[in-house]
C-alpha cells in the first residue's frame, strides 16, 4: 500500500495565529519526502479554512512528492486545477458547515457539464481522477460509468469506538468490487495506528489517505522533545 499523508491540519494550526506564509507546509512536505510518503494530500475547500491557494502553487512547486488535491467539483476548482496540474484529483462533497468531509460524493448528483470538463482537463493533463465515495457498490458502479480510474472508500465507520463487523464487511466488500471493476482502490478517512487492520484485503489497496490522525499523533510524539528543549533553554 501507498501512503498519502493530508497535511490541511498544519495549515490550520498555522492559520490560528493569522500566518499566512506556506513556511510550515514546506517543513512538513520535506519530513513526508524524507520519510518516502507517496503522495502529498490537500483539501483546499471554497472557504479556504485551512489550504490557501499560494500553498497549493508554492507546494506544487516545491515537493518533490506528487500532490493529491481533494476538491469539490466546482467551475472555480476546475479552473485551479488547469493552473496547478496536480497529479491525482480525488472529488469530495463539501459543505460549509461539516467540520470535516463527512461522507463520499453522491456521484449521480454531480453536475454532468461540470464533470466534463474536469474530465478533459484531468485527460489533457493526465491526472489521475479519483472519487471519494461510501462504501456503496452502488457509487463504486457509477464512478466506473463516469470514468474515474480511481475510487478512494470512506473508512470513517472504523474511527468508532466500537468497530461493527458489518461495517468491516461493507469496507472489505466494496474494497473487492471495486478491484473486480479495475478501477484503483484508495481508503480512507478516521484511519490511524490501530485500525488500518481492519482494511482486510490490503493488498487491493493501492494508497491510504491519513491526515487527522497524523497531526494530533506528532503533537505528543513530539510534545516532550520541544518542552524539554524549552527547559533547557530557559534554565
Ligand atoms: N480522504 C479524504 C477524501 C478526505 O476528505 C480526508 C479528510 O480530509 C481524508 C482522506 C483524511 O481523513 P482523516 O483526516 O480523518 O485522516
Redesign the pocket.
Known sequence: MKLGI?I??IATIRNARGYSDSVSLIRAAKICKKNKVDIL?V?LREDRRHIKDNDLIVLKKISKIPINL?MALTQEMIGIVRKIKPSYI?L?PENRKEI??EGGVNIKKLSKKLFKSLYDVCLKYNISLSA?VDPNKKQILMAKKYGFDTV?I?T?SL?DKKVSKKEIQKITNSIQFAYNLNLIVNA????NFNNIKYLKNKKLINTI??????IFESIFTSLDKVIAKLKRITR
Open positions: 493530508n490541511d491540519h494530500t483539501h481533494e480525488c469530495v470535516t468531509t471519494f478512494e470512506h470513517g474511527e480512507g478517512h478516521g484511519l489517505h491519513i491526515g487527522h490522525f497524523v
